[in-house]
């Protein structure tokens, strides 16, 4: 069976390590975990991993953030994913730093990335694992907050939390979103 998990970033080296791309983060651990190596093509950087029977598609969109939803529809095409086998990593101001929610479906949240995905996609009823990248910056200053690289406060735990977001990827494969949403949405 097959699953195709979208990582949110924006492409190029000034935007490396920041909040933005933790969604990119999340799968370059995935993809080391598992030996997988990333080649660049049609709009996406792409991985394959196979676990216990399962192959995984690992797709970090090269098209920016804004346009997300191309690179989406592409790749599931491409590889003949349907939408409930999407998995969706992606930023979140509203949780705290490092806390991890699993969603089956729901709205862009104000994020652009999402809003793509939705609009091209023509629907909301797709998975999406939220890492949580707190709120702590000015009023008027949130585009900057997310484009900002970690604090080193934040960069001691952010292993062991990009770790536990691959597990939960990992299990929304094996056992499925509602498990999954069990399992890590209480940690």
């Known amino acids: 069976m097959k699953y195709m998990i979208v990582g949110l970033g924006n492409p190029g080296p000034e935007y490396v390590n920041t909040r933005h791309n933790i ?26 991993v196979r676990h216990k ?9 090269q098209t920016f953030m804004n346009l997300s939803g191309k690179a989406v529809r592409y790749w599931m095409e491409k590889e003949n994913v349907p939408l409930d086998r999407v998995l969706v990593v992606t930023d979140d101001l509203a949780l705290p730093f490092g806390k991890i929610r699993l969603r089956a479906s729901g709205s862009a949240g104000g994020h652009n990335g999402l809003t793509s995905i939705i609009e091209v996609l023509g629907s909301l009823d797709f998975a999406r694992l939220r890492f949580g990248i707190g709120a702590d910056f000015p009023r008027g200053r949130q585009a900057e907050h997310v484009l900002s690289p970690w604090t080193v406060e934040e960069g001691k735990t952010l292993e062991e939390r990009t ?25």
């Open 23 to 48: 969604g990119f983060q999340v799968l370059d651990t995935l993809a080391k975990t598992f030996n997988a190596s990333f080649e660049s093509d049609r709009y996406a950087e792409v991985a394959e």
């Open 53 to 61: 029977g399962r192959t995984f598609i690992l797709a970090k969109p």
């Open 163 to 187: 770790e536990i977001a691959c597990k939960a990827v990992l299990q929304f494969g094996l056992l499925g979103i509602a498990h999954a949403m069990n399992n890590f949405n209480t940690r």
